[in-house]
């Protein structure tokens, strides 16, 4: 079994980077002061932010292989998994890293948001791609940490530190926005597989052995994070995955009830609704009419 070292606290981290902790909380590491690797493997207890100047083997996030290439940023959260295998070469990482503990953003508006900032909870995840520009500004945001950091702590620290990775953030989530617009044609074939994969799931006998179809379905198909997934769709067309299956499946019923031969019970579970009634709640909620309101009206 594969050994799997756990990162629990920022001087942990430090201790294998071989540098000093200025805070016990949180972080800044240049690479070129961390020794050479070949191999490792990591529980993360703590947040950590990579800036990778260049590839320096494969990389996994939990399981799953993790897209990165140099000029990348690559994010890791606490209870993640993430490692490095360079095939046996030995490398010399190039970058830098910003790790921070979760106490340090307790009670602080960062803490109250750090779940709207996707790109640290993907399981199946592309790293964030920099532009030369791109890549100033992040280097300018470490460097502005890394500053707040070196100083005396006193009652400002704290406030500084925390505002400043907030800062670091929201610049990231421009990015990947960016990110996202400029890959159109790849979100728009992933489009046109979702959009098969749920006309062939309806057209199947999944609906009646798993259920409806659920967005975690698609996204395992596609592989990908469902967040990541719904974030992709929901750029694209302005609906969520769920707004998009759930458009088909009144499509669907529309069709199945001009069928006067077929019952509601016929038509609920060939969609894959557990219960009549469940189908006629949902129906009814999405059109403004019941199932049967809408056969006799047609």
Known sequence: MEKIERIETVRQYNET???DTLHPLVSVIDFDEIPR??????????????????????????????DYEDGSLIFVSPGQ???????GE????????????????????????IGDYNFFSYEVNEALHLSKK??????????????EIEQNIDKHSKTLIVSNIELFLNYCMRFYDRQFITRINVNRDLLS???????????????????LPYVSYFAEQ????????????KKETGSTPLDIIQLKLIERAKVKLFDIGSTLSDISFQLGFRYQQHFTRFFK??????????????
């Not at 998994?81 to 095939?87: F, L, N, P």
């Not at 597989?193 to 259920?211: C, H, M, V, W």
């Not at 909620?285 to 047609?298: A, C, I, M, V, Y």
């Open 37 to 66: 690797y070949q191999y490792f493997r990591r529980y993360m207890g703590i947040y950590a932010v990579f800036l990778k100047y260049i590839k320096c083997g494969d990389m996994k996030y939990g399981c799953q292989p993790y």
């Open 285 to 298: 909620q999405k059109t403004g009419k019941t199932p049967l309101e809408f056969r006799n009206s047609n």
């Open 81 to 87: 998994v993430y490692g490095i295998d360079s095939k």
């Open 90 to 113: 030995v490398f010399k990482p190039a970058g830098k890293a910003l790790v921070f503990h979760p106490d340090l953003i307790t009670n602080t508006h960062l803490g109250k948001i």
């Open 193 to 211: 597989r979702f959009e098969a994969l749920l006309n062939d799931y309806l057209d199947s006998d999944k609906p009646q052995t798993i259920g």
């Open 134 to 147: 791109e890549r100033e500004t992040i280097n300018d945001c470490f460097n502005k940490i890394a500053f």
């Open 222 to 233: 596609l592989n990908l994070s469902p967040n990541y997934f719904g974030d992709l769709v």
């Open 17 to 19: 980077a071989n540098v």
